[in-house]
């Protein structure tokens, strides 16, 4: 007999969407983010994020670094309501230098958004992100932006992306003119013409005039020559393009394609109310259980994020869930898998950038924020009823590495601390050489900017000042077949091995040259990019 609370649960869940968006530097993340919430009813005027960020950045004292520098560091979840669905918008720091972050953020995400300037197409950081989204073959939708300047033409975008991603495309809606000349788009659902107005700065809605497409007023509305090349290329996209398929969508093959401008609001609307109707709804996660559907009653999630001091004044650690089943209620005391105790869930917080308000319930698909007084670490699976651990979060591969020295042995104590923390907050990773005379940990990092933050924050929050001394190398590869298999191997050349936070070997190598030539002499080591974070056992300690 299904009860009432299990159809509660349904009716919640089959309401939720959530998704993260993937895109290079400066293609219109932020824009885009603004402008759907402008659309949600979540800001009244597009602008207020933008002061958000300003009010943040005056209360927040390592977060004046992105200020400084005109980066973001963080990633937020943003969530708001539209048209009877609740939206969680996952979001990620634009700079690649913290790509790990936005992967492990992807990992909390049953959709993908992924954004390209219209006169750029693809760029490298989208690609890159593309490819975590291909591991996880979650759907993925295109926004064309900026059509409001002169771009490259929208047949050639869509054929970048099925050649060099190799993934179809379905033009959702398509556009009419570009630069000055960008008038609205069509609608290839309803098959209507949407016609937009300008208004200041795009702070409000667009107007929005809808014709259907053979209605005799287009001859007034639209001048001619856009008109017949507009049908001129609907012809072409129903004769060659690629046929709506929601399956393919949701199995990651196929990407409906939106055009628009998110700085003048035009299609920004079109492309929200597609994405709500086409998008996957929380769907079920690999366990050690098998799959664990969403609708299922018991509670369970795993963190995906943990974010210490947002706010100085009260020096908090935040850790970020993706409920993956049931629903959560505060102060629900559940299951900890990896220490095997149990933890009341109180002080829930449901976010909005940094912002967030007390919170009695959510439901599978949400994101919530718990206070984590060191309980919580990446990947950590929480539950009611039966023990179960989803699937660990896999450690990109760093490409930067450096020792990182106390010169000052006094500060050893909140060195350690600090460095231990960063570490458990997924801020950098940290690797020891097997050589037990040299003790300083190394920081292992995509990018440059992570050790900038790791210093800034040892200094402002730990009261440490430190040195980085850069070690020569750029791969790194986890020997899967462990210590023995390396022993078995003896001695090799052009590497040095060190071990990561859990004791496994890592071999590190200058290039990737020096690599492939280790990989091809010894298959048996069994070298992996990466590797899952461990979860049943803590990390070693300094
Ligand atoms: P990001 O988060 O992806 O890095 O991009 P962001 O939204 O900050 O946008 C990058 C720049 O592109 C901004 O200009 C923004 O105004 C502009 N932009 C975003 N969407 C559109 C669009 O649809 N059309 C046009 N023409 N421009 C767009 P900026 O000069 O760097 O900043 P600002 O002074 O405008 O804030």
Request: hydrophobic share 40%.
């Amino acid at each position: 007999m299904v009860t009432e609370i299990q159809t509660d649960l349904a009716t919640e869940v089959e309401k939720r969407r959530n998704f993260a968006i993937i895109s290079h530097p400066d293609a219109g993340k932020t824009t885009l983010t603004e402008k759907l919430l402008l659309y949600g009813g979540a800001i009244h005027e597009a602008g207020a994020v933008k002061a958000r960020r300003a009010q943040r950045h005056a209360t927040s004292d390592w977060m004046a670094m992105e200020q400084q520098r005109g980066i973001s560091i963080t990633s937020t979840v943003l969530q708001f309501e539209y048209d009877n669905c609740w939206i969680n918008l996952l979001d990620t720091p634009g700079h690649q230098d913290f790509s790990e972050d936005t992967y492990r953020t992807l990992a909390a995400a049953d959709n993908a958004v992924m954004l390209e300037d219209a006169a750029k197409g693809l760029e490298p950081q989208t690609r890159k992100l593309f490819e975590v989204c291909r591991m996880r073959s979650i759907p993925i939708f295109t926004f064309f932006n900026k059509l409001d300047r002169p771009g490259r033409d929208p047949f050639e975008l869509l054929d970048e992306i099925e050649q060099e991603l190799g993934l179809q495309t379905y033009a959702v809606n398509w556009p009419i003119g570009m630069g000055d000349r960008f008038k609205g788009v069509f609608d290839r659902r309803q098959r209507q013409i949407h016609l937009f107005e300008r208004t200041a700065h795009g702070s409000r809605a667009a107007t929005d005039t809808i014709v259907e497409l053979g209605d005799p007023r287009i001859e007034e509305l639209l001048e001619q020559d856009l008109y017949y090349k507009l049908k001129e290329d609907l012809e072409v996209l129903d004769a060659v393009g690629a046929e709506f398929d929601l399956e393919k969508i949701h199995q990651g093959q196929l990407t409906p394609v939106f055009f628009g401008s998110a700085m003048t609001n035009f299609g920004v609307k079109l492309f929200l109310e597609s994405f709500l109707d086409y998008a996957l709804k929380p769907s079920p996660r690999r366990s050690t259980l098998g799959e664990v559907q969403p609708t299922d009653p018991e509670f369970s999630g795993f963190v995906f994020k943990l974010q210490a001091n947002m706010d100085p004044k009260h020096r908090d650690r935040i850790a970020f869930i993706r409920i993956c089943s049931g629903k959560f209620e505060k102060d629900m005391v559940v299951n900890h898998a990896r220490s095997g105790k149990t933890v009341r869930l109180s002080h829930p917080q449901r976010l909005f950038g940094q912002e967030r308000e007390s919170l009695v319930e959510a439901y599978a698909g949400d994101v919530i924020g718990l206070n984590n007084p060191g309980v919580f670490a990446i990947g950590d699976t929480i539950y009611s009823g039966k023990k179960l651990e989803f699937e660990g979060i896999p450690m990109f591969s760093p490409e930067l590495f450096a020792y990182l020295k106390n010169p000052n042995p006094s500060k050893f104590k909140q060195f350690r601390k600090g460095v231990s923390e960063l570490r458990e907050e997924g801020a950098v990773q940290i690797m020891y050489s097997v050589d037990e005379a040299k003790r300083d940990p190394i920081l292992a990092a995509v990018g440059q900017l992570q050790f900038e933050v790791v210093q800034f924050r040892l200094l402002s929050e730990y009261g440490v000042e430190t040195r980085v001394d850069p070690l020569p190398f750029s791969v790194a590869r986890w020997v899967g077949g462990g210590w023995e298999a390396l022993e078995r191997v003896g001695r090799l050349f052009n590497t040095v091995t060190v071990k990561d936070s859990w004791g496994r070997p890592v071999l590190l190598f200058r290039n990737e040259w020096n690599c492939q030539q280790v990989e091809g002499e010894h298959p048996e080591l069994n070298l992996k990019s990466s590797a899952p974070v461990v979860s049943g056992q803590e990390p070693e300690s300094l």
